[in-house]
Structure formats: C-alpha cells, structure tokens
C-alpha cells in the first residue's frame, strides 16, 4: 500500500519515473511480503488439517481436539534470512511455534514436519523464544535462566514481535526486541517457514477450540547482515568450535578434538602415560581403578580415579567452561570435577554430578541428563564475588556462594570419577 502511494504521488507531481521507483524500493528495503492480508495465497497446510482462515488481515489457526500438530507452510523454502511478523494466543492454547529450514518429505516419519521452530508459549515457565526442534532432537535451547529477560519478553493478551535470524549457521531469536536465543548449529541450511497448530489429542490438554494469530509475516534474503553480538548464552551444537558470539564474548578452546597441548597430568608436568585417548573428536578418560582419592571437604565416600586424569597447564581465575560430555556403561558415578588451588596450596575441589543423585541434595528431574552413550552439555560459572552456578542441558541444578577464602585461581581438572567419561568441545572464558 505505502508502495502504490509513493507512486501515485511521483506521478501527480510529474517526478521521473525512475526517480519514483528508486523511492519504492528504499521503503520496501528489500523485505518480502509472505501473508497478502487477504487469503493464504502461497501457503499450504500439512499433517494435521485444523482450521485455518483469514479474518480482517490475521491469520487464525483453531486447535481441533484429536488431530495431530499441523503446520501451514510456505510453498517456498529458504536458506539463509531474517523474518519478523507478529503472534499472539489465547491463554489455554497448549502452545505453537514458528517453523524455520523446516522440511517434510515422505521418507521421513511418512510426511512428518521436521525442523527448527521458535517456540511460543504462554504459559509461566516462559520459554517463548526458545528453540524446539521439531520431530528430530527436541528441546536444542531453553530459556531457563530465571533471571534473564527472556524469561517475560512475551506479553500475554497481545501482539507480540518476532524477529528471527538464520545466517550460515548462526541463528538467533528476539521476542519483542528482547533476544530469547543464539544457536550455533549445522543441521539443517533450508527449508520452509510454518505457521504450527498444536497438537490437542490427550485428555490433559486445554479443552475447546483454542486460537493462534499471525499477522505482518515478512522475510528478507538478499543483502542481510547479523544484528550486533550481545552476551547471550549460546549453544553451541557443532563440536570442538567457537561461534563467531562467542569468540566476541572471549571464548577460547582449551581442547580443539584433536590435541591435548593444554593439559598435563595431576602430579606430572607432562601427559599421563596412560589412562585416556583422543578419538572422534574427543577425549576420553578411562577408567583404571587402581587409584582412590578421599574429599573430606564434601563428606563423599572413597571414589575410584584412573591414571588418566588430567588438569589445564593454565591457572584460571573466575571463568565461565562450557563442555559435552558423556558417561560410559562402565560409569557408576559421573562427575565434571574442578579445583581451585590458592597461593597457600590450598586446595577445594568441586563436583558437577551427572547422574540421578548429586551430592548437595537430590534431584531427579526427568529428561534433564542424558544416559550413557549419550552427549550432554555442561557448564561451569564461577564469578568474581564467588556465586558459582552449575548447568546441565542448559538447567541451572546448583547455586551457591563460595567462602571468600576459596576465591582464587586453579586448574581445572577432566576426572573419570568411578568410570570411563568423554569430553569433547571444552572450552573457557575468564570473568
């Protein structure tokens, strides 16, 4: 519409042509169109058949109880872009999403969309903006950071703006202006954009015919540049790397999948002789159980150590560390041990337990950590006023207040603590 004026205005006032097209276009700015306001012109509805109609410029999606999740789709697909358009819900919707690089062929789980989705979510958790993939792994990003803005960027009983950014392999979410996730992820590089109609087929969801409105759907994918870098947690999916984020956050790998140049053994200046193995991308801490270690300090039993255990070459002060890792079958207790070590040669020793009981409490939060033979994500941070958080899959589990004593630098040590633990994408930024 502002295009037609703009036009129409050149003419009553005899501007040149060309002048006249080169003004449409800067308005325009290179953005395209995806809903015409009118009809669905350019989409199309797959897997289950909800309701979908065009009331007064919005689309209106109705949730029908006992379909499954339906996607209206583009009839295009895109690789790299940015899109922004405008959602809101009602209250007891279950929840919906934004579909991106997403696909369906008849090979995969028989038509089954697939793919990343940017989550919209009503409900108190707060996890709109968060990153779902769709049919294939599963929650890849949550907003579980209470006290992150992310957590209220969505407004309930309102239009809310989404701005969605995926260039090469970097993706990024903003709810409001307010930036929800940063993905670094190689997946999937093109697909469809889809509009999701969730699922309501089990007697606990929302009964009645719930609704979701898009509206404002626009795309751009010629001449696109990433918005600045923040200090946003990203997650990082592609092994042993550093996205561009978070190498401006200050990030660097203290293990890159191939050498150990950084690490030595916990009495040796060199590598152990034994006891670990590069592999695949990843270092491994095997098991031997000839060795035993008491911590007092933490009132735990005797644990068996291998000869492989190793700690950094480098001291480090307050830090951030981010690593995968995974247990073995032979793994009765996992832990993601460091130490701290004073100018006293005094010694505190932290652990991040990984299995289904930690030693500062219990906790067994279904679906938070990953079995053996299965990658999880780890993250360690140890700020400057001695608060130390510990993360697993992106789920705060521990926090607490270091004495001011302890406050100081150290190795960080990679332990197999009672059985055979692998690590993989290790890497640090000091705070």
């Given at each position: 519409?502002?295009?037609?004026?703009?036009?129409?205005?050149?003419?009553?006032?005899q501007f040149g042509i060309y002048g006249c097209i080169a003004h449409a276009q800067e308005v325009d700015d290179g953005w395209e169109v995806l809903f015409n306001g009118k009809d669905l012109t350019g989409w199309h509805l797959l897997n289950g058949q909800h309701e979908v109609e065009v009331v007064d410029g919005v689309i209106v999606g109705t949730s029908i109880h006992g379909l499954p999740n339906g996607f209206l789709a583009t009839d295009k697909e895109f690789e790299d872009f940015i899109l922004e358009l405008e959602v809101k819900a009602d209250l007891?919707?279950?929840?919906?999403?934004?579909?991106?690089?997403?696909?369906?062929?008849?090979?995969?789980?028989?038509?089954?969309?697939?793919?990343?989705q940017a989550e919209i979510d009503t409900t108190p958790q707060g996890w709109s903006g968060s990153i779902y993939d769709e049919a294939r792994r599963g929650w890849i990003y949550i907003n579980e950071d209470y006290r992150s803005p992310a957590k209220s960027a969505w407004v309930n009983n309102q239009w809310n703006q989404y701005r969605i950014e995926a260039i090469g392999n970097t993706i990024r979410i903003w709810v409001n202006g307010v930036p929800t996730a940063h993905l670094y992820d190689d997946e999937t590089d093109k697909g469809f954009i889809a509009l999701q109609l969730h699922a309501n087929t089990r007697e606990a969801d929302p009964p009645g015919r719930n609704r979701v409105y898009f509206r404002n759907i626009r795309i751009k994918t010629e001449n696109i540049s990433p918005s600045p870098f923040d200090d946003i947690h990203v997650v990082n999916l592609i092994p042993n790397s550093i996205s561009p984020q978070e190498k401006f956050q200050g990030f660097e790998l203290l293990f890159d999948g191939e050498s150990p140049s950084g690490w030595r053994g916990i009495t040796r200046e060199s590598l152990p002789e034994k006891g670990w193995q590069i592999k695949d991308g990843a270092i491994t801490i095997i098991s031997s159980g000839d060795k035993r270690l008491s911590l007092p300090l933490l009132e735990l039993p005797e644990v068996i150590r291998g000869q492989g255990v190793m700690k950094t070459k480098k001291r480090f002060g307050p830090f951030e560390l981010k690593f995968d890792f995974k247990q073995h079958e032979d793994a009765a207790i996992i832990g993601i041990e460091y130490l701290v070590e004073d100018s006293h040669r005094k010694s505190f020793f932290g652990r991040l337990a990984a299995n289904k009981t930690r030693f500062m409490g219990q906790w067994n939060q279904g679906g938070i950590f990953n079995g053996p033979g299965d990658w999880n994500q780890g993250r360690i941070v140890v700020k400057p006023d001695g608060e130390t958080e510990y993360w697993v899959n992106q789920r705060m589990i521990i926090s607490y207040q270091r004495s001011p004593d302890l406050i100081s630098e150290g190795h960080l040590l990679l332990d197999d603590f009672g059985g055979t633990v692998s690590y993989r994408s290790i890497k640090i930024r000091e705070l």
């Amino acid at each position: 519409m502002i295009k037609k004026l703009i036009i129409i205005y050149c003419i009553l006032i005899q501007f040149g042509i060309y002048g006249c097209i080169a003004h449409a276009q800067e308005v325009d700015d290179g953005w395209e169109v995806l809903f015409n306001g009118k009809d669905l012109t350019g989409w199309h509805l797959l897997n289950g058949q909800h309701e979908v109609e065009v009331v007064d410029g919005v689309i209106v999606g109705t949730s029908i109880h006992g379909l499954p999740n339906g996607f209206l789709a583009t009839d295009k697909e895109f690789e790299d872009f940015i899109l922004e358009l405008e959602v809101k819900a009602d209250l007891l919707l279950h929840n919906s999403g934004i579909q991106f690089r997403s696909l369906s062929d008849q090979e995969y789980n028989n038509g089954r969309v697939h793919g990343y989705q940017a989550e919209i979510d009503t409900t108190p958790q707060g996890w709109s903006g968060s990153i779902y993939d769709e049919a294939r792994r599963g929650w890849i990003y949550i907003n579980e950071d209470y006290r992150s803005p992310a957590k209220s960027a969505w407004v309930n009983n309102q239009w809310n703006q989404y701005r969605i950014e995926a260039i090469g392999n970097t993706i990024r979410i903003w709810v409001n202006g307010v930036p929800t996730a940063h993905l670094y992820d190689d997946e999937t590089d093109k697909g469809f954009i889809a509009l999701q109609l969730h699922a309501n087929t089990r007697e606990a969801d929302p009964p009645g015919r719930n609704r979701v409105y898009f509206r404002n759907i626009r795309i751009k994918t010629e001449n696109i540049s990433p918005s600045p870098f923040d200090d946003i947690h990203v997650v990082n999916l592609i092994p042993n790397s550093i996205s561009p984020q978070e190498k401006f956050q200050g990030f660097e790998l203290l293990f890159d999948g191939e050498s150990p140049s950084g690490w030595r053994g916990i009495t040796r200046e060199s590598l152990p002789e034994k006891g670990w193995q590069i592999k695949d991308g990843a270092i491994t801490i095997i098991s031997s159980g000839d060795k035993r270690l008491s911590l007092p300090l933490l009132e735990l039993p005797e644990v068996i150590r291998g000869q492989g255990v190793m700690k950094t070459k480098k001291r480090f002060g307050p830090f951030e560390l981010k690593f995968d890792f995974k247990q073995h079958e032979d793994a009765a207790i996992i832990g993601i041990e460091y130490l701290v070590e004073d100018s006293h040669r005094k010694s505190f020793f932290g652990r991040l337990a990984a299995n289904k009981t930690r030693f500062m409490g219990q906790w067994n939060q279904g679906g938070i950590f990953n079995g053996p033979g299965d990658w999880n994500q780890g993250r360690i941070v140890v700020k400057p006023d001695g608060e130390t958080e510990y993360w697993v899959n992106q789920r705060m589990i521990i926090s607490y207040q270091r004495s001011p004593d302890l406050i100081s630098e150290g190795h960080l040590l990679l332990d197999d603590f009672g059985g055979t633990v692998s690590y993989r994408s290790i890497k640090i930024r000091e705070l």
